[in-house]
Protein backbone atom coordinates (compact mmCIF):
# COMPACT_ATOMS: atom_id res chain seq x y z
CA UNK A 1 0.00 0.00 0.00
CA UNK A 2 1.35 3.64 -0.69
CA UNK A 3 2.09 6.11 1.43
CA UNK A 4 -0.43 8.47 2.27
CA UNK A 5 0.42 11.84 0.88
CA UNK A 6 0.08 14.53 3.50
CA UNK A 7 1.07 17.87 3.67
CA UNK A 8 3.96 16.92 6.01
CA UNK A 9 5.13 14.43 3.13
CA UNK A 10 4.46 17.54 0.41
CA UNK A 11 6.55 19.59 2.90
CA UNK A 12 9.23 16.84 3.35
CA UNK A 13 9.46 16.63 -0.51
CA UNK A 14 9.88 20.29 -1.00
CA UNK A 15 12.25 20.84 1.58
CA UNK A 16 14.26 18.36 -0.33
CA UNK A 17 13.87 20.01 -3.53
CA UNK A 18 15.34 23.55 -2.18
CA UNK A 19 18.33 21.32 -0.38
CA UNK A 20 19.25 20.09 -3.50
CA UNK A 21 18.62 23.42 -5.73
CA UNK A 22 21.03 25.43 -3.19
CA UNK A 23 23.79 23.27 -3.08
CA UNK A 24 23.41 22.94 -7.09
CA UNK A 25 23.23 27.12 -6.98
CA UNK A 26 26.68 27.17 -4.46
CA UNK A 27 28.33 25.09 -7.15
CA UNK A 28 27.21 27.79 -9.87
CA UNK A 29 28.22 30.72 -8.45
CA UNK A 30 32.03 30.41 -8.90
CA UNK A 31 31.02 30.03 -12.86
CA UNK A 32 28.92 33.38 -12.62
CA UNK A 33 30.91 35.38 -11.06
CA UNK A 34 34.33 34.30 -13.07
CA UNK A 35 31.83 35.15 -16.46
CA UNK A 36 31.18 38.86 -14.91
CA UNK A 37 32.86 41.74 -16.04
CA UNK A 38 31.39 44.28 -14.07
CA UNK A 39 32.99 44.21 -10.69
CA UNK A 40 29.87 45.25 -8.44
CA UNK A 41 28.58 42.07 -10.12
CA UNK A 42 31.64 39.97 -9.06
CA UNK A 43 30.93 41.32 -5.59
CA UNK A 44 27.11 40.72 -5.53
CA UNK A 45 27.84 36.36 -6.67
CA UNK A 46 30.46 36.66 -4.07
CA UNK A 47 28.36 37.78 -1.31
CA UNK A 48 25.42 35.30 -2.31
CA UNK A 49 28.03 32.55 -2.36
CA UNK A 50 28.51 33.27 1.07
CA UNK A 51 24.66 33.76 2.14
CA UNK A 52 24.14 30.53 0.03
CA UNK A 53 26.10 28.66 2.40
CA UNK A 54 24.41 29.81 5.37
CA UNK A 55 21.03 29.49 3.37
CA UNK A 56 22.69 25.53 3.33
CA UNK A 57 23.26 25.29 7.12
CA UNK A 58 19.47 26.58 7.85
CA UNK A 59 18.03 24.11 5.83
CA UNK A 60 20.15 21.64 7.71
CA UNK A 61 18.87 22.55 10.73
CA UNK A 62 15.29 22.06 9.65
CA UNK A 63 16.01 18.45 8.34
CA UNK A 64 17.43 18.47 12.17
CA UNK A 65 14.18 19.64 13.45
CA UNK A 66 12.28 17.04 11.46
CA UNK A 67 14.67 14.41 12.65
CA UNK A 68 15.33 13.01 9.17
CA UNK A 69 18.76 13.10 7.53
CA UNK A 70 19.49 16.72 5.27
CA UNK A 71 19.08 14.74 1.51
CA UNK A 72 18.11 16.67 -1.77
CA UNK A 73 15.71 15.27 -4.12
CA UNK A 74 16.64 16.34 -7.76
CA UNK A 75 15.26 19.81 -8.68
CA UNK A 76 14.45 20.16 -12.44
CA UNK A 77 13.29 23.61 -12.31
CA UNK A 78 16.98 24.73 -10.52
CA UNK A 79 19.18 22.42 -13.65
CA UNK A 80 16.93 24.26 -15.96
CA UNK A 81 17.46 27.87 -14.80
CA UNK A 82 20.99 27.11 -14.27
CA UNK A 83 21.89 25.68 -17.46
CA UNK A 84 20.09 28.80 -19.47
CA UNK A 85 22.58 30.74 -17.53
CA UNK A 86 25.60 28.97 -18.73
CA UNK A 87 24.31 28.78 -22.27
CA UNK A 88 23.70 32.92 -22.01
CA UNK A 89 27.56 32.87 -20.76
CA UNK A 90 28.69 30.68 -23.46
CA UNK A 91 26.88 32.70 -26.27
CA UNK A 92 27.14 36.39 -25.43
CA UNK A 93 30.88 36.15 -24.11
CA UNK A 94 32.70 39.33 -25.08
CA UNK A 95 29.47 41.26 -25.69
CA UNK A 96 28.35 44.46 -24.39
CA UNK A 97 25.39 41.94 -23.04
CA UNK A 98 27.37 39.73 -21.03
CA UNK A 99 26.70 40.65 -17.58
CA UNK A 100 23.24 41.05 -18.60
CA UNK A 101 22.78 37.58 -19.04
CA UNK A 102 23.96 36.50 -15.52
CA UNK A 103 22.05 39.38 -13.96
CA UNK A 104 18.68 38.10 -15.36
CA UNK A 105 19.56 33.95 -14.99
CA UNK A 106 20.46 35.37 -10.91
CA UNK A 107 17.36 37.09 -11.21
CA UNK A 108 14.93 33.53 -11.68
CA UNK A 109 17.02 31.83 -9.64
CA UNK A 110 16.04 33.97 -6.59
CA UNK A 111 12.16 34.37 -7.63
CA UNK A 112 12.62 30.18 -7.99
CA UNK A 113 14.17 30.23 -4.12
CA UNK A 114 11.53 33.29 -2.66
CA UNK A 115 8.32 30.90 -3.97
CA UNK A 116 9.88 27.93 -2.22
CA UNK A 117 10.90 29.51 0.69
CA UNK A 118 7.78 31.90 1.11
CA UNK A 119 5.64 28.25 0.58
CA UNK A 120 7.82 26.44 3.32
CA UNK A 121 7.70 29.27 5.84
CA UNK A 122 3.72 29.20 5.57
CA UNK A 123 3.85 25.17 5.24
CA UNK A 124 5.93 24.74 8.33
CA UNK A 125 3.39 27.44 10.17
CA UNK A 126 0.42 25.57 9.56
CA UNK A 127 2.20 22.12 10.72
CA UNK A 128 3.42 23.94 13.60
CA UNK A 129 7.02 24.21 13.01
CA UNK A 130 7.69 27.17 14.41
CA UNK A 131 11.62 27.52 14.27
CA UNK A 132 11.62 25.82 11.20
CA UNK A 133 9.29 28.85 9.98
CA UNK A 134 11.46 31.08 11.68
CA UNK A 135 14.89 29.77 9.33
CA UNK A 136 12.75 30.06 6.05
CA UNK A 137 11.71 33.47 7.22
CA UNK A 138 15.57 34.66 7.54
CA UNK A 139 16.76 32.97 4.17
CA UNK A 140 13.14 34.10 2.66
CA UNK A 141 14.81 37.49 3.37
CA UNK A 142 18.08 37.57 2.25
CA UNK A 143 16.57 36.04 -0.79
CA UNK A 144 14.16 38.93 -1.56
CA UNK A 145 16.84 41.51 -0.39
CA UNK A 146 19.55 39.61 -3.29
CA UNK A 147 16.76 40.25 -5.95
CA UNK A 148 16.30 44.05 -4.84
CA UNK A 149 20.34 44.13 -5.43
CA UNK A 150 20.26 42.43 -8.22
CA UNK A 151 17.37 44.51 -10.10
CA UNK A 152 19.86 47.96 -9.10
CA UNK A 153 22.34 45.75 -10.76
CA UNK A 154 20.63 45.36 -13.83
CA UNK A 155 19.37 49.26 -14.05
CA UNK A 156 22.77 50.55 -13.31
CA UNK A 157 24.37 48.61 -16.23
CA UNK A 158 21.34 49.16 -18.24
CA UNK A 159 22.10 52.93 -18.18
CA UNK A 160 25.96 52.13 -18.18
CA UNK A 161 24.91 50.44 -21.98
CA UNK A 162 22.54 53.16 -22.86
CA UNK A 163 25.33 55.78 -21.99
CA UNK A 164 27.50 53.91 -24.03
CA UNK A 165 25.54 53.72 -27.41
Same mark, same amino acid.
Given at each position: +??? %???????????????????????????? +???????????? @???? =? =?????? =?? %??????????????????? %??????? !?????????? /?? #??? $??????? #?????? =?? %??????????? @?????????????? !??????? /????? $?? !????? #?????????
Amino acid at each position: +MAK %EKTLETLFHDTLRDIYYAERKILKALPK +MKRAAESEDLKA @AFEK =H =HGETEV =HI %ERLQQVFEILGKRAQGKTC %EAIEGII !AEGEEIIDEF /KG #SPA $LDAGPIS #SAQAVE =HY %EITRYGTLKRW @ATELGLKDAAKLFD !ATLQEES /KTDVD $LT !ALADA #SANARAKAA
